[in-house]
């Protein structure tokens, strides 16, 4: 063997073949990734800029051609959006920071607790930071040649699931040595997913009693993603009706809708905020809102559900409103979340 060649080798060596005790250790654990869609650095305008520009420039997101809106996200979009939504995000955010980031972590943490350390747990988000490219490296580091990714949507969709896969795939790219890759799409049909849901809408009626209607409200996307095959919509309706048949609850006490909507096509109806204002005309009063396809409670949940769409229901006649919180770092949740990472380990 050449000088040059076994300089190489040896430092090679070192790392992979024959790597200390301690490097071994690590390098035979598990990565699990946790992702989930990220979140502004701050409540502020230039934050705020910085985080809209990349989430609205995935192809994923928004699925208009490309020239066409680049001139409209930064000739219009970014100039007048930014100062609004930080306004948002400051009525939400807590000292700690914002709540997306903040309970994203305590998942993190309760989840690598369950897990034990043979696996090593981190967690990234999608836009802003931790960045996937940043967390991978992390793994890179370590040596770990098998990593279990679970982006927190229960429901596939293609703007949240398979973009994560897209910035997974985009920081692989870059990579010589490509590890083994599990990328969990979705986990709607997990049962203890779906009971720990059940179980929050029941310690729900529990405290406050039962209202006239559960609104099951996620997040919308665009009809024409739909129509062009993304399954969202049906996985939502399936997350309602087994959470529903889980509690013995009529199909006339629950409803799902969709909220968030951004930009003037037609997204996926009933709307939220239309339904909220159309139930106590119908003579509903009494309504519990829940919001499944958020793992972790964010600013359109806190903003949107908490106080927006509260008080379009309230000046509609609406007599009692309930925001049911997302599951977060509930124990049941991260027993599901733990059910759903084993089936892959
Ligand atoms: C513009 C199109 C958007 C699509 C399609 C979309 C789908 C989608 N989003 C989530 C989850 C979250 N979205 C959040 C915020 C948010 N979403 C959009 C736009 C689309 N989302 C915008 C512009 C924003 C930013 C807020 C604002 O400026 O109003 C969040 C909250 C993030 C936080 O920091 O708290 C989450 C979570 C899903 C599940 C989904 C499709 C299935
Ligand atoms: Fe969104
Ligand atoms: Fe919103």
Redesign the pocket.
């Known amino acids: 063997m050449s000088q040059q060649y076994r300089a190489v080798n040896d430092r090679v060596e070192e790392r992979f073949h024959n790597p200390s005790d301690e490097t071994r250790r690590t390098q035979q654990k598990t990565g699990v990734l946790l992702t ?5 650095d701050a409540p502020t305008a230039p934050a ?1 800029r910085r ?2 520009a990349e ?2 420039s995935d192809p994923r ?2 699925e208009v051609p490309r020239l066409l809106w680049k001139i409209i996200l930064h000739g219009i979009i970014l100039r007048v ?1 930014p100062k ?2 930080a306004e ?2 400051a009525s ?1 955010w807590s000292d700690e920071g ?4 903040v309970i994203s972590q305590h998942q993190r943490g309760a989840v690598q607790k369950a897990l034990g350390d043979e696996v090593i747990v981190k967690l990234a988000m999608r836009y802003g930071n931790p960045s996937i490219p940043k967390v991978m490296r992390e793994f890179q580091e370590l040596g770990i040649r098998r990593i279990v990714v679970l982006p927190l ?1 229960p ?1 596939y ?1 293609a ?2 699931t398979a973009s994560t896969f897209d910035a997974l795939a985009d920081e692989l790219k870059t990579w010589r040595w490509v590890p083994s890759i599990s990328f969990i799409s979705g986990y709607v049909d997990n049962p203890l997913y779906i009971s720990a849901l059940a179980q929050s809408v029941q310690d729900h009626i529990n405290e406050h009693g039962m209202p006239e209607k559960f609104l099951f409200s ?5 009809k024409r ?1 739909l129509d062009n095959g993304d399954p ?1 919509h049906c996985l939502c309706h399936k997350t309602t009706r087994l959470v529903r048949e889980k509690l013995g609850l009529e199909e006339s006490q629950c409803m799902t809708t969709f909220q ?1 909507r ?2 003037r096509e037609e997204w996926l109806k009933p709307y939220t905020d239309e339904t909220l204002k159309q139930l106590p005309k119908d003579g509903i009063k009494h309504i519990a809102i829940l919001s499944p ?2 793992s ?1 409670d ?3 949940t ?1 903003e949107e559900l908490e106080e927006e769409n509260r008080e379009y229901f309230m000046e509609a006649g609406g007599e009692t409103y309930h925001y049911i919180p997302a599951l977060n770092d509930r124990e049941d949740h991260i027993a599901a979340i733990v059910d759903v990472l084993r089936r892959e380990l």
Do not use: D, M
């Open positions: 989930n869609l990220g979140t502004p705020l985080y809209l989430f609205l997101v928004i959006r609004k939504s948002a995000y939400v914002s709540p997306l980031l949507y429901q969709a703007p949240t996620y997040h919308g996307t665009p993603y969202y968030s951004f930009g396809a958020f972790a964010c600013l359109e806190l």
